[in-house]
């Protein structure tokens, strides 16, 4: 059983800033891509950044130079510090992991969403 939670959500004013974390945990042999995505109300879900297990980060556009995503690989964790945030930024945000977890017999690939995390930027 693999899980992925997720933590830092929350209300702030334009201007603010918020630290996401999401930790995975469970059978877990490796994780190769973790990354943050969000859903605002009425819209698809959208790539904010994501990073390789190497290191290589991947932005959208509206979010560079804003938010900075990193990872601490011993503690099979992601982060994502929100800078400068706009209320086009309010939506809620989900992480996601593409790792190989133990089975009974070997290692499978999947990819794993953690529960959402709301973020609301307004004054």
């Known amino acids: 059983q693999v899980q992925l939670v997720e933590s830092g959500g929350g209300l702030v004013q334009p201007g603010g800033s918020l630290r996401l974390s999401c930790a995975a945990s469970?059978?877990?042999?490796?994780?190769?891509?973790m990354g943050w995505y969000r859903q605002a109300l009425g819209k698809q879900r959208e790539l904010v950044a994501a990073?390789?297990?190497?290191?290589?980060?991947n932005y959208a556009d509206s979010v560079k130079g804003r938010f900075t995503i990193s990872r601490d690989n011993p503690k099979k964790t992601v982060y994502l510090q929100m800078n400068s945030l706009k209320p086009e930024d309010t939506a809620v945000y989900y992480c996601?992991?593409?790792?190989?977890?133990?089975?009974?017999?070997?290692?499978?690939?999947?990819?794993?969403w953690g529960q959402g995390t709301q973020v609301t930027v307004s004054s």
């Open positions: 996601n992991a593409d790792l190989t977890y133990y089975t009974g017999s070997g290692t499978k690939w999947g990819s794993y």
């Open positions: 469970g059978s877990i042999f490796s994780i190769n891509t």
């Open positions: 990073v390789t297990r190497g290191g290589s980060t």
